[in-house]
């Protein structure tokens, strides 16, 4: 779906806005309850799921270091991203000095707001530290490329504002490449609007529906053209006099004449299925005949000429192998590249495994630096991990630093090689977190924890002390803890999630549960979950309700027993807590998004527990409808999870595995959230389905293109409808606020309606 970005929300949350008390005596009232605004104004650097840049980074002479911020402001219903520039000796003289109090301000903030973030994205430290590169949203969703000058402190823009710039690199002011996204689809969509006929033929329905929509975007800006400015002379690349197409990240060299990326290759070799084989057999990501992959290429600017690095694949295009975020990047000499996931071809052309590769062009050589592991039918393989980000140490083409969050408990670890002669690269540090070096030793991170809000830290030898604080509210507010909470599946799989516990919680009494799915992340301070949207775990547990944010890392994905799995995980964690004295088995809920849509649904119609309440928002669930909304994406998930095409023989796997086909045994109040027309589309058959069986079942569409929300408003509309739906069927509990009434009349309906429903069942 859409990226996830750095999220920062920082508002005032004990003082109105019309207050004048200090924020001190706002310190020392009473702490108040945790509510959806405070998770809107939480601190978020480096969320872990994140493919934007690092929220720190030294610029390359180690004298300044950058720090991405995002917030969303209530009060504005605007969403603000600041780069916050540091002088490093400013920290350096603060560690040194304990009994200075004060910590060092920034020395530049430049800040961007928006109705929905990211604002500033992917931004690109210049190679002589003068300043970065960055992309700016503006009103109407155009991204520019803007360059913020350190030295002078100014502001200026590289592309034109009518442009959609969607990736870039940059050396310097007379060297930068970007991409921008073919408006010749647009045109041609926009055109055919004032004919009398549109052919329809290989577009999906969203297209030709919902023009505006974010999936249309999506789909019809998947084309870009690739522009360079080399030596100052802009112009656009070509190859053979075509423009150059559908690049995935990429870096430029150090001279700026010649580029790194991905780019498809249709006809693949067919000696390719066999020498770059996935991590299992039936993997139905593998190579298979007929089919397009991706490969890294150099492209030289000036002619357009393409060479392959490795005559390989990427490993994310030949099965289920450890995901590498980021993309490729250079040595600081230009003698080497690094290539984050590929495959190297055997001397004696033997299968082989990906790994983290460089290619050191003055050798003319290609080695493995890591070697990734993979999936495997029944979960993964020892040491699987998702690889956060790889580089060249300090720009040295013999020392690579690899950061990695652990698949048991999604820890981040930083691991540093050194090149010791040939193909070997020796594993010389291994540490807990990440950082980020300057000189003299200094380090720079961002320390939290599960009950610890995120705090910018400065280290040395000497000491380690807090440089900002960007949520000093929170000491005013209570806080539920969460608990690190283990189970067992009925199969024996181990299961591991965050607990929120209320904040009055006491020792026998039963509470509520909710049962939030889409992973746990065990070193991250995530007072929603690990999404916004929809999930609500600390304000649920502020409102008496036990929250389980549920991981299930270890499932089999894109096979028949993933939706199984999930169930199985989330049945045997209610067991557990329902055995424990702590959950009341009559008031146990599921809420869900995107992708795990599907395990809630697998949930309602497969579970031997009964539901008291369920919510999905804008996701996936592998019916008929979306298999046929969108013919050319979905099938290719969905056959390998139901078993078969819904076609022939196959229609009777579908009937019997599919939701969609199993509403009748929906026993659960639903609550079905879209986000947009399209998304609501994609969402219709539960609730169509539900509502002719006289099921209950509420609908609800966010008034956004976001998948993952930023902007506060729909944000709480998002979250606060959450709290209400479980608050009303697991506490019987109604909003005083009038502005809600209908709201619960409505329910009140489907109360009736339940009440009916399980008398004729009864």
């Not at 495994?353 to 039918?377: F, H, M, Q, W, Y």
């Amino acid at each position: 779906m859409r990226q996830i970005t750095i999220i920062w929300f920082l508002i005032a949350v004990c003082i109105s806005l019309n207050s004048t008390y200090s924020p001190l005596i706002c310190a020392q009232q009473p702490k108040k309850p945790f509510t959806i605004a405070d998770d809107i104004e939480v601190a978020h650097f480096g969320d872990p799921y994140t493919v934007q840049a690092e929220a720190v980074r030294f610029s390359p002479d180690g004298n300044y270091f950058l720090v991405d911020t995002e917030r969303g402001r209530l009060d504005l219903n605007i969403v603000e991203d600041s780069l916050r520039f540091y002088r490093a000796q400013d920290v350096t003289e603060f560690l040194d000095h304990i009994d200075d109090a004060q910590a060092p301000s920034p020395l530049w903030v430049v800040s961007s707001s928006g109705k929905k973030g990211p604002i500033v994205n992917k931004w690109r430290w210049l190679a002589d530290s003068s300043g970065v590169a960055y992309l700016e949203r503006a009103s109407d969703g155009n991204q520019r490329l803007v360059l913020a000058d350190l030295r002078a402190k100014t502001i200026e823009p590289l592309t034109s504002s009518t442009e959609t710039v969607r990736d870039f690199d940059v050396r310097d002011r007379q060297h930068y490449v970007y991409t921008v996204a073919d408006a010749t689809e647009w045109e041609k969509m926009y055109a055919e609007r004032q004919a009398s006929a549109i052919v329809g033929t290989g577009r999906s329905l969203f297209q030709l529906l919902f023009p505006q929509d974010a999936l249309t975007k999506t789909e019809l800006s998947s084309s870009s053209d690739l522009w360079a400015v080399v030596f100052g002379r802009h112009f656009k690349v070509k190859n053979d006099g075509a423009p150059l197409t559908n690049f995935g990240s990429f870096a430029l060299s150090p001279d700026g004449t010649s580029l790194v990326t991905t780019l498809p290759l249709l006809d693949i070799p067919s000696s390719w299925e066999t020498l770059y084989p996935p991590p299992y057999p039936s993997d139905p990501l593998r190579i298979q005949p007929g089919s397009s992959r991706h490969q890294f290429v150099r492209i030289d600017l000036q002619t357009g000429s393409v060479h392959a690095l490795t005559d390989a694949p990427t490993s994310y295009d030949a099965g289920s192998w450890s995901p590498v975020l980021g993309g490729p990047s250079w040595s600081s000499n230009g003698e080497a590249i690094l290539l984050p996931g590929t495959f190297l071809s055997s001397k004696d052309q033997k299968p082989s495994r990906p790994c983290v590769a460089i290619v050191d062009l003055a050798s003319n050589t290609c080695t493995c630096v890591e070697a990734l592991k993979g999936r495997t039918e029944t979960g993964a393989e020892e040491g699987y991990h998702l690889i956060k980000s790889v580089r060249f140490t300090g720009g040295d083409k013999q020392h690579i630093m690899l950061s990695f969050y652990n698949h048991s408990d999604s820890s981040i670890e930083t691991i540093e090689y050194q090149h010791t002669g040939g193909n070997t690269w020796e594993l010389t540090r291994r540490t807990k977190g990440e950082f980020e070096y300057g000189g003299n030793g200094l380090q720079v991170t961002v320390k939290q924890g599960l009950n610890e809000p995120p705090l910018l830290v400065g280290a040395n030898k000497q000491s380690s002390r807090v440089i900002w604080d960007p949520n000093p509210q929170l000491k005013s507010i209570e806080l539920t803890e969460v608990d690190v909470y283990r189970w067992k599946d009925r199969e024996g799989r181990d299961w591991k999630g965050g607990l929120y516990k209320p904040g009055n919680y006491k020792q026998g009494q039963r509470y509520p549960l909710v049962i939030q799915t889409h992973g746990f992340v065990e070193s991250a301070f995530t007072p929603s979950g690990v999404f916004p949207t929809a999930f609500a775990a600390r304000a649920l547990a502020a409102a008496g309700i036990v929250v389980l944010q549920a991981d299930g890392r270890d499932c089999p994905i894109l096979t028949v027993n993933e939706g199984s799995c999930f169930v199985s995980g989330y049945q045997s964690a209610a067991n557990q807590l329902v055995s424990e004295g702590l959950v009341d088995p009559e008031r146990i809920g599921i809420i869900a998004f995107s992708r795990t849509c599907f395990y809630a649904m697998e949930m309602l119609t497969t579970s031997s527990i009964h539901l008291k309440a369920a919510s999905i928002t804008d996701g996936i669930m592998y019916t008929y409808s979306q298999y046929m909304l969108l013919p050319d994406r979905v099938p290719k998930e969905a056959n390998p999870i139901i078993g078969a095409s819904p076609f022939g023989d196959g229609l009777q796997q579908w009937l019997k595995r599919s939701p969609g086909f199993n509403l009748d045994k929906v026993t659960t109040p639903l609550l079905v959230v879209g986000e947009g027309p399209g998304s609501l589309l994609f969402m219709w058959e539960p609730y169509a389905g539900l509502r002719l069986l006289h099921k209950p079942v509420d609908l609800m569409m966010l008034n956004t293109d976001e998948h993952v929300l930023t902007n506060p408003s729909v944000r709480v509309a998002s979250q606060g409808g959450s709290v209400d739906w479980f608050r009303f069927w697991l506490q019987d509990y109604e909003d005083p606020d009038p502005a809600k009434a209908e709201q619960y009349a409505r329910w009140h309906r489907l109360r009736k309606l339940e009440a009916e429903t399980k008398q004729q069942s009864d």
